[in-house]
C-alpha cells in the first residue's frame, strides 16, 4: 500500500480521529497515570498527578541482587512472564503480533496490539509465513508500513510497547526502582538518542504499574500499555495538516517525526536528513 496522506479509510479524517478517542483515550484514563514532563540525566522523569482518593502504594524493593540471580539460577514465578532472560524479552516483545504464541497469557480475549492496529488504523497488512494476514514488525514490506508519512512505523511501535510493557512487569516482580535500575543499565552502552527514547518509554511503563497496582495481572498491564500507545497515535493523528512537516530546526526531514511531549516516544531517533540512527 503506498503512503499517502489521503488514504483510504481516513478521507473523513476528523471524524475518525474522534471515534478512535472515544475508543482509547488519553492515557490517564487507561491507567497511564503520570506523563513524562522533562528529561533528566537522558532519561525522562514521570510526575504523577496527585488523587484525593489514592494512597501511595509501598513496593517491596527486590534489587539488581534479586533480578540477576534469577536470570542465571531461577525460573520466573508462575504466572509472572518476567523479562530476566533474553528469550523472555523476546517473547513480551513478540506477544503484541498476530496470530501471537503466547496470546493466553497477554490477550485472554479480544485483538492483539497489531491486530486492532491494522483494524482500527489502516496499517497495512500482508501475508503472513502461517498463511494469515497481518502486520510483520521485523521484515517484510510492513515493518516500515504505515497509512500515513508522519506517522511511526510497525517496527517502531513494537519496540516502544517491549520497552513499555518490559519494565512494568519487571516493576511488579522487582520493584519500580528496582526496574528502573535495570532499564537503565540496559541502556548503558547504547546510542544516546536511543536512550533517551527507551529510557522515557520504561520510566512510563512503570507509571503505568503504579496505576494499575501490585494485584495488576499481566494481561491488564499488557491493555494499558497498549492503550497508552494508540492514545498517543491519537494525538499525533490529530495534528492539523501544517503540524505534519518537518519541524522548523529539522529542514531536511520530510515528515514531522517528533512524539508529543507527554506520554511515551513512539518514533526512532532520526539524523539530520530524516533516516534513521543506528543503535550502537
Known sequence: MAENDSFKGWQDENSSVEILRERYPRPRDFGAGGLVSHYENGGATVMLEPSDDEEEQEYAEQGLGSFFADMVWSDPPEGIPLPVSPSMQDEIRASGRTGSDNREAYYPEGPTFFEALASDYDYPTARLPDGSEGIDPVS?????????????????????????????????????????????????????????????????????????????????????????????????????????????????????????????????????????????
Open 140 to 280: 517484510g514490506k510492513t515493518r516500515h508500513s504505515r497509512p500515513r508519512k508522519d506517522m511511526p512505523t510497525p517496527q517502531e511501535l513494537e519496540d516502544t510497547r517491549a520497552h513499555m510493557l518490559g519494565s512494568a512487569l519487571t516493576a511488579r516482580g522487582y520493584g519500580p526502582e528496582t526496574a528502573r535500575t535495570v532499564g537503565d543499565l540496559g541502556e548503558f552502552f547504547g546510542n544516546r538518542a536511543h536512550a533517551r527514547m527507551d529510557k522515557r518509554n520504561n520510566a512510563v511503563g512503570i507509571d503505568i504499574f503504579k496505576r494499575a497496582g501490585i494485584d495488576a495481572t499481566s494481561s491488564q498491564l499488557t491493555r494499558m500499555v497498549d492503550s497508552s500507545i494508540f492514545a498517543q497515535l491519537n494525538i499525533i493523528l490529530g495534528r492539523k495538516p501544517d503540524e505534519r512537516g518537518p519541524p522548523a530546526e529539522k529542514p531536511r526531514w520530510s515528515e514531522n517525526f517528533r512524539s508529543p511531549a507527554d506520554g511515551p516516544d513512539l518514533y526512532f531517533p532520526r539524523d539530520n536528513s530524516g533516516y534513521f540512527i543506528p543503535d550502537n
